[in-house]
């Protein structure tokens, strides 16, 4: 059964240091995609970066990077040079592409403190 | 460039009312997905709506029910509120079907029942 996994509640960082937010999947599809989405106490959803199964290479978006292991089903969000305006909630979801589904799976996200 | 668009941010409701919730896609998307999110929780999937018809259902009962208007825009109704209803309603809209299809979110609506 497709399932996502975030198994950090809270993590703490300094300000410009690097911090790994850890991530693991489920799933029998060979084909799927994989999200990270920040969100703020404001609620809004904010799209941080895309990987696809077939992807060769990791992505990155500015500061962000994602750590695919495809083995060990695993996805984990790299924010380097943290901010102060890095502290939210980060969510990591997978979307199955067979059957022309178009749910994202989420997990119940990392609270992230950035400290001055 | 406008992105996603919600209305309202705020609504308090009784058991047993009906409650409608609209979104606003981004400019130029063509698909809308609504998702709910309760409190400590990520979201979870109700439906997609594309060229106005629900595409995809999670599982949720027939009181949630959905509108996609030739604009792009759309309705989330909730009748027979529960108190367990209350959560953060997040519109989601992209492009259809293809590419990375990502779903770019708005603010959010906040319901209460009471």
């Known amino acids: 059964a497709q399932k996502i996994t975030q198994t950090q509640p809270g993590m703490f960082v300094q300000e410009k240091e690097a911090v790994t937010l850890d991530c693991t999947y489920d799933t029998s599809d060979p084909s799927y995609g994989l999200f990270w989405y920040k969100q703020p106490s404001s609620g809004e959803m904010i799209f941080l970066i895309y990987?696809?199964?077939?992807d060769q290479q990791n992505a990155t978006e500015g500061r962000y990077s994602l750590n695919f292991q495809k083995a060990r089903k695993s996805a984990n969000l790299v924010i380097s040079a943290s901010q102060l305006g890095d502290s939210a909630m980060y969510f990591c979801?997978?979307?199955?592409?067979?059957?022309?589904?178009?749910?994202?799976?989420w997990g119940l996200g990392t609270s992230l403190a950035v400290n001055p | 460039d406008a992105g996603v668009t919600q209305s309202p941010t705020h609504l308090i409701k009784t058991r047993g009312q009906q409650v409608t919730l609209r979104c606003s896609p981004k400019?130029?998307?063509?698909?809308v997905s609504w998702y709910q999110q309760a409190l400590g929780q990520g979201p979870q999937f109700i439906f997609q709506?594309?060229?106005?018809?629900?595409?995809q259902r999670g599982n949720f009962p027939d009181r949630f029910s959905g509108h996609q208007f030739p604009n792009y825009s759309s309705e989330l109704n909730v009748n027979a509120l529960l108190l367990g209803d209350s959560a953060l309603y997040l519109c989601a809209s992209s492009l259809y079907p293809g590419g990375k299809n990502i779903q770019y979110f708005g603010a959010g609506t906040r319901l209460s029942v009471l």
């Open positions: 990987q696809g199964s077939y």
């Open positions: 400019s130029g998307h063509d698909t």
């Open positions: 709506y594309y060229e106005e018809e629900e595409r």
């Open positions: 979801a997978m979307r199955e592409e067979g059957g022309n589904n178009r749910k994202l799976i």
